[in-house]
């Protein structure tokens, strides 16, 4: 009965239209009032997927293009926005066997940028949007730093972080 009322209630039209009806059993709660005509609202989108959408068809037909316009040096922004239980965090991460929009956008940038990215280590970022460029002096400097850090962390069995 609950998919049937949802049936009755949203109807997609083509790839970007969603009517929306009121359920056919709303009545007015004042007696005499004679019953309203069913109104519908229709909503229009870049893009409309049906319940039956894999996760595959959401990704290309929604993110893929954002992602590769990214690659290209542009900005984008993927929001999710609904009800409570409404399937965001479903569409957005996935489960394991299937992923969502996050695991499949981030394969695809490492797959992207795999055979491209700066191997030599003489770049220090600073701050958001800048580096250094670092002497042969700087860079062992670095790695040495690196290295008694995870020496330390090594050693140390019973480390814990408080957040008290």
């Known amino acids: 009965m609950t998919i049937k009322f949802l049936l009755d209630c949203v109807t997609i039209e083509g790839s970007n239209s969603v ?24 909503f229009t989108f870049t893009q409309v997927f049906g319940p039956e959408a894999s996760q595959r068809t959401v990704f290309e037909g929604s993110v893929r293009g954002l992602i ?24 957005f991460l996935g489960p394991d066997h299937n992923s969502g929009l996050l695991p499949r956008s981030l394969a695809v940038i490492f797959n992207t940028i795999k055979g491209h990215l700066y191997s030599r280590r003489d770049l220090k970022p600073q701050r958001c949007r800048d580096f250094s460029r670092l002497t042969p002096d700087q860079q062992a ?13 090594k050693e140390s069995d019973d480390w814990e972080i408080s957040f008290t």
């Open 19 to 42: 009517v929306l009806r009121a359920p056919r059993f709303c009545q007015p709660n004042r007696q005499g009032d004679k019953s309203l005509p069913q109104t519908a609202q229709r």
């Open 141 to 153: 400097a670095e790695i040495s730093t690196k290295k008694n850090l995870l020496r330390l962390l």
């Open 68 to 91: 590769q316009d990214t690659l290209q040096g542009g900005n984008c922004l993927v929001f999710t926005y609904g009800v409570t239980n409404a399937g965001k965090t479903f569409t």
